[in-house]
């Protein structure tokens, strides 16, 4: 059992070291030999076991006496430990690719690939942001009228990707476009649900909900330019008004239609369905049924849309 | 002679890169080097690194003195009566193989040896048997490992012995043979008689004039000279009467298409391009042992054997190998513990202390397997080796014991 154990550690550290390398392969001769039920002949457990018994009998005595009595109960532990660590790190990894996350899909906690938890921020609804973790909510889409919202239509039997993001969010900033570049790719169908997560960017919702009204269209450019442009002039109005001209639209027409009363009414009618989903946070990308919380990397959205072998489609 | 001085000489020696300072028990299988060997082998390539005994040119010129110089310096040492009856080989092993080889045999001859011989010094006569329908006898010795005199005058009573063949001192146990008697006895019966000295030539004053031995061999790299070095000595008369062993070039004064004339000893028996950097260390390796002095070196290995052998006695379980007696172990003490794997010892020795000793069956497995013994470690000290370092040795041994 000492020979597996001994077979990894020295194959890592015989990266670095020629004379570690040249005891992985006395391992890896060993360990073939046990597992074609052959004895091991070339010693190298027991050099191993003088070998650590010398160094340990330098610093105790005592624990020298132990390690030598129980030394292969002591291997059998620490093989099942390297097994079950190999599983977890595994599943870490294979989680990782999958959500984002070591942890899975939308959890929060520490992953050696994602150190600053880039991929499970995000912001939250009540204007604290970043947040990392929205507890055991359970988002859906059952219950929500979705015929209100721009709707960027796909192909044939397009699979919808529903996107709850806002202008001012960093994080809903970062997803937009791989979002984007998703539905292009793979002829999905994009739905997109605008919620003001800051402060005074009511108004963009009111903005946003009026240029689709008018012209479906020119709606994508103008969110696309809303998405890339300087966050910190959102809220300047005649920004934004450059920003509809910049898309074709008549300003002066979308801005009459935002300061309508039926208009209101109808946003918040909109805010409320949003609402009904259960998101804590932006951006929220529901793709197949599944709701995936903070900007992901592009091949997460492509597996929840198209599976793990996206890339061959 | 001052130990701290002799210590200086050996650059293994010094402590460096953080690393603990070895201590060197492993004098039997080979010992460590003086500066002055070292800078021996190094002033060949640097100066003069040609050809000894055929270009005509002055840095041949100057390999061939110190080539010559060199056969001179070993066969003083040895007190042989010429320096032609100095052969240099790349070891003993080559040595005894030479003898194995030249000789002239027939059916029915007797080779003697000892029940603990080194492989070198039993595989060529094993062959020398089956290849000639030779007999091979051995000479069992006494219960303690040393040399049964009576054993051996019948065995040599017993049948035409052409050769005795000999560890002069044991590698197993240290224990030196009684070599003068032993040939004495030998040349009575007409046999001639072979000495490997590999563990002698480094820890005694040898004689060959007076032990009137036929042959003698021994390596460079047991005493203190570069590996890959040996000398085989023989009489000078036997030498001529020898065939050789190796041939081609060096060897011959002249050749045709279909035969040649060889050259006297020792030329003949040294074929192709020699190691003459080897050989100029190998004398300054003699040298070297000179200047300290056997006396000085059999002083201190008595001294530390007698010390490790009290010290190991006290240990439970511990078995020594050979005669209780250290003084006539010369510089080795091997050692078992019954149920503990001998390597793990030495490894563990090697960990903890960077104490380097020999474990296993030391190319005596014929001695172990017909005893049932796995193996031994074995301590081989020298004379540059200290009390400090055996104390350590045995302290590291009691902490091993108490774990084992």
Known sequence: ?313 | MNITKIRADFPSLEVGNGRKPVIYFDNACQTLRPRQVIEAVQRYYQEFPACSGRSMHRMATEVTREVDQAREKVAKFLNAGRKEEIIFTRNTTEGVNLIASALNWKAGDVILVSDKEHNSNLIPWQMVAKRHSAILRVVHTRADNTFDMEAFEQALKAGPVKLVAMGYTSNLDGVTIPAAEIVKRAHQQGALVFLDAAQTIPHQRVNVRALDVDFLAFSGHKMMGPSGTGVLYGKYRLLEQLEPFLVGGDTVSSSTYETCQFLPPPEKFEAGLQDYAGIIGLAAAVQYIQSIGFDTIEKQERLLNEFLSEGLEEIPGVRLIGPSDPRLRSGIVAFYIEGVDHHRIALMLDQMANIAVRSGQHCVHSWFNARGVAGSVRASVYVYNTLEEAKLFLDSLIKIRKVL
């Not at chain 1, 996350?101 to 520490?110: E, K, M, P, R, Y």
């Not at chain 1, 791989?178 to 009511?202: C, N, T, W």
């Not at chain 1, 409320?272 to 959205?301: C, D, H, M, S, W």
């Open chain 1, 1 to 313: 059992m000492f020979c597996i154990i001994a077979f990894i550690v020295l194959s890592i550290l015989g990266i670095f070291s020629a004379s570690n390398r040249q005891l992985a392969k006395e391992a890896l001769d060993c360990v073939l030999r046990r597992v074609t039920l052959r004895p091991c002949t070339t010693g190298f457990d027991e050099k191993m076991k003088a070998k650590i018994l010398g160094y340990v009998i330098t610093r105790s005595e005592t624990g020298a006496r132990f390690l030598n009595r129980y030394f292969e109960p002591l291997s059998w532990i620490f093989f099942f430990l390297l097994v079950g660590s190999t599983f977890f790190a595994a599943r870490g990894v294979f989680l990782y690719y999958t959500t984002g996350s070591c942890n899975g899909l939308n959890q929060s906690g520490f992953c050696v690939f994602d150190p600053t938890g880039q991929n499970t921020q995000f912001s939250s609804v009540d204007e604290s942001c970043p947040v990392t973790s929205g507890g055991d909510v359970v988002l859906t889409l059952e219950g929500v009228n979705l015929s209100g919202f721009p709707r960027l239509t796909g192909g044939a039997n397009a699979k919808p990707i529903v996107f709850i993001g806002s202008y001012g969010c960093d994080y809903s900033r970062k997803a937009y476009p791989m979002i984007r570049r998703l539905v292009q790719r793979y002829g999905a169908e994009l739905i997109f649900l605008y919620y003001p997560v800051k402060e005074h960017s009511d108004y963009l919702a009111k903005v946003g909900y009026c240029a689709y009204k008018l012209d479906p269209q020119r709606f994508w450019d103008l969110n696309d330019r809303l998405f890339a442009a300087d966050k910190s002039r959102l809220e300047d109005e005649a920004f934004v008004q450059g920003v509809l001209e910049e898309s074709g639209f008549n300003a002066q027409s979308v801005q009459f239609c935002a300061k309508d009363f039926q208009t209101e009414w109808v946003v918040k009618q909109q805010l409320a369905e949003v609402r009904k989903t259960n998101f804590y946070g932006t951006p929220t990308v529901f793709i197949q049924n599944e709701a995936l919380i903070g900007p992901k990397p592009y091949r997460v959205y492509a597996i929840a849309l198209e599976g793990l072998l996206y890339w061959l489609k």
